[in-house]
Structure formats: structure tokens, C-alpha cells
């Protein structure tokens, strides 16, 4: 079992630009989370996923942030012109179905610069 | 929405001593409580958790406890040692949750172990 699988490790992006961050949950796991976490602080709730359908996406900013959770592929949280404030890293967490246990386990994480 | 506050904020003890992080949740509806390790530029990890049906739960040198009625948990770890230094997370969720909710955690406890 290869765990959460998020990619690219790191991303460079430019003021303006895009950003689309991966993540493959665990084989079995059909949830899926995002999480970002801003240096020396703690990881702040961004979105709940499943297959195709976000579930909970209170902790998503209005505007310029977008999350998915295609029936194939991976889950992407895409981040349209891209601030300095962006900056941070992006961790993904994938539990097994609700009723299964309430454990999640994390990805490695996105670490995005915006220069 | 739930609501997690964590103490302190960073933590320094000897080597060998114990070190207790304490966390408090406002939603009574909780059910679970995991707590993570995060190591300096990687990815949290769960090291133990509890849910609302018991009081502690112990796992070699780390126990947790929980207290319903108040509404917190605690993270003891006993006999510390250099590798134990990181941050630490507490988590507080209701499951299941049926959708509209993620894990909401502290802030983070830096744990240093000074040699």
C-alpha cells in the first residue's frame, strides 16, 4: 500500500499564476481532505471530498480556490492567480468510508512558494 | 462548528521526564480524539487516539486520557527521549459525521527535549 500519494512535492509558481496541487488517496479510502498549513502554525480545514462530490468546503477561501474528486484520477485543489499569501504547504489526508474508523492518514505534502 | 484549543503552545523538558499536552473541544458531540507527531518538514502522523466510550487509552511510553464531561483530552508521554521532539497536534471530530465536517485541530505543541 503506497499511503496518500500527493504531487509535486514542492512548486514554484509566479504572482498570477496557477496552481494544482495532487493527491491519490490510500487504496480503499474513499474520503479525501485537504489541509494547509502556514509556517509555524497549526493545519487549517480547507475541504472534504469524495468521489465526485465535495462534501464540505467551509474552510475553502471564497474566491480564487477550487477543489475536486474526479470518479478516475486523483483529487486536485487548483489555486487561480496565485499571492504571496498562498504560500504554504498543502497536506492531503484520506480515511476509509465513514463507520470505518476516524483515523486519517496524510500525504507527504505540497510545499508552495509564490515568488 | 467544533473548536480545539491546545497547551501549550511549546513544551521543554529533560530527558526521561514526562511531558503532558492538554487540549479542550467545544462541540459535545464529538467522538474521536487522534493525536499527531509532526516532524520538522514532513508529514504528521498519527501516534494514538481516543474515542468518547473510553477514559484513557495507553500505548507503550504515550497515553492519552479523556474527559468527557469537561470536554478534554491530554497527551502524556513518559520517560522522554531526543527522538520524541516535534510538534504535536490534537484533533477533535464527530464520527461518523455524516458529511459537513473534517478533523478540526489545535494550534500545535513544539516538544523539545533538552539532553
Known amino acids: 500500500n503506497a499511503g496518500v500519494m500527493q504531487n509535486p512535492r514542492h512548486l514554484v509558481r509566479r504572482r498570477g499564476q496557477e496552481a494544482r496541487l495532487r493527491c491519490s488517496p490510500m487504496k480503499g479510502h474513499s474520503h479525501v481532505y485537504w489541509y494547509r498549513q502556514l509556517p509555524e502554525e497549526g493545519l487549517k480545514f480547507m475541504v472534504y471530498?469524495?468521489?465526485?462530490?465535495?462534501?464540505?468546503e467551509s474552510g475553502m477561501p471564497k474566491e480564487r480556490f477550487s477543489a475536486e474528486f474526479p470518479k478516475e484520477g486523483p483529487s486536485i485543489l487548483r489555486i487561480q492567480q496565485v499571492v504571496r499569501g498562498d504560500s504554504a504547504a498543502y497536506f492531503c489526508?484520506?480515511?476509509?468510508?465513514?463507520?470505518?474508523?476516524?483515523?486519517?492518514?496524510f500525504g507527504s505534502g505540497t510545499r508552495l512558494t509564490v515568488v | 462548528g467544533e473548536n480545539v484549543e491546545q497547551h501549550p503552545s511549546t513544551l521543554s523538558v529533560q530527558e526521561g521526564d514526562s511531558a503532558v499536552i492538554k487540549c479542550t473541544y467545544s462541540?459535545?458531540?464529538?467522538?474521536?480524539f487522534p493525536w499527531y507527531k509532526q516532524e520538522l518538514g514532513k508529514r504528521p502522523q498519527l501516534i494514538i487516539d481516543i474515542r468518547s466510550n473510553v477514559g484513557e487509552k495507553k500505548d507503550q511510553r504515550i497515553a492519552v486520557t479523556l474527559n468527557k464531561t469537561a470536554k478534554h483530552f491530554s497527551l502524556h508521554i513518559t520517560e522522554t527521549q531526543p527522538e520524541d521532539s516535534a510538534v504535536y497536534f490534537c484533533a477533535a471530530r464527530v464520527v461518523p459525521g455524516g458529511g459537513a465536517d473534517g478533523l478540526t485541530f489545535g494550534k500545535g505543541t513544539h516538544l523539545i527535549i533538552q539532553p
Open positions: 462541540d459535545s458531540a464529538s467522538n474521536y
Open positions: 471530498l469524495q468521489k465526485e462530490n465535495i462534501i464540505d
Open positions: 489526508a484520506s480515511s476509509p468510508p465513514l463507520g470505518q474508523g476516524g483515523g486519517y492518514t
